[in-house]
């Protein structure tokens, strides 16, 4: 059985995990952490009373093997660290972590031999969205992304709608892209600006997550979106990794490079 700790296992994704580990086979929930909890008790959370809760990153002592981390954009870095220096394969749905963080987070892994998996997205959705948009965009450089997501998100852009962004930009010929003498009459109207691609944050209750990939050519268009409507339905994606990141010896970003 490997045992995994799931981090950030009293909000909506983390829940789902905990349920995810528990009706995995060959996978046995061992410990849970979650900051300022007022009780360490087990059962208070429904959970087996052989499951270690953890209220402190600084008391977690666990045998655990796999880290699943669906917490907060502040937050991820510290526990992702702690996870590689403690020998736990770190599964990261928390987006939020920047270039030179992921960099030195994969040079610690490197050093440890440590398999593990950031995604910024664990919906096959999305992961097929990011590999589809990164291939039209050899054909179409002018480019747009537009992500939606709900009102209780705190960090914008998306991870997705940056990975996007960073995967077309890997095979997007730079240029200028619209008019060069746009002038913006309302602060920010044209969104964010990642190498010259456009992004755009729509926050807003009653959705779950979303993206659209825009792309504009001469006398046509193409638009690539994808609809998550369900957060269960990213428990797919987690399960691939949970299977796939003992078998890794790097710290890799984006679960395509798994699949």
Same mark, same amino acid.
Do not use: I, S
């Given at each position: 059985m490997t045992k995994v700790i799931v981090a950030g296992f009293t909000g909506?994704?983390?829940?789902?995990? !905990?349920?995810? !580990?528990a009706d995995t086979a060959g996978f046995e929930l061992t410990a849970v952490f979650a900051p300022n909890l007022t009780s360490t008790n087990p059962a208070d959370f429904g959970l087996a009373a052989d499951v270690q809760v953890f209220q402190s990153l600084a008391k977690i002592n666990t045998d655990a093997e796999i880290w699943i981390d669906f917490t907060l954009p502040s937050a991820v870095y510290a526990n992702t660290k702690f996870a590689i220096e403690n020998g736990i394969s770190p599964v990261i749905g928390t987006t939020g972590l920047t270039d030179s963080q992921v960099t030195e987070l994969q040079k610690l892994a490197a050093g440890k031999k440590l398999g593990g998996i950031i995604a910024p997205n664990f919906g096959m959705s999305a992961v097929l969205l990011m590999k589809f948009a990164k291939e039209a965009a050899q054909y179409f450089p002018d480019v747009e992304i537009i992500e939606m997501h709900h009102d209780h998100k705190k960090d914008a852009p998306s991870g997705t709608a940056l990975s996007t962004a960073k995967m077309i930009n890997e095979v997007r010929e730079p240029h =200028? =892209?619209?008019?060069? *003498? *746009? $002038? *913006? $009459?309302?602060?920010?109207?044209r969104g964010g600006d990642y190498h010259g691609i456009h992004i755009h944050s729509v926050r807003l209750p009653g959705y779950v997550a979303h993206e659209q990939v825009l792309f504009g050519g001469a006398g046509e268009a193409l638009t690539i979106r994808q609809d998550s409507f369900d957060r269960g339905s990213f428990m797919s994606g987690v399960e691939v990794a949970l299977t796939k990141v003992k078998k890794i010896n790097e710290l890799v970003v984006g679960l395509e490079n798994v699949l």
């Open positions: 909506a994704m983390g829940d789902k995990a !905990v349920h995810l !580990v =200028q =892209q619209g008019n060069p *003498e *746009e $002038t *913006e $009459t309302l602060a920010n109207v």
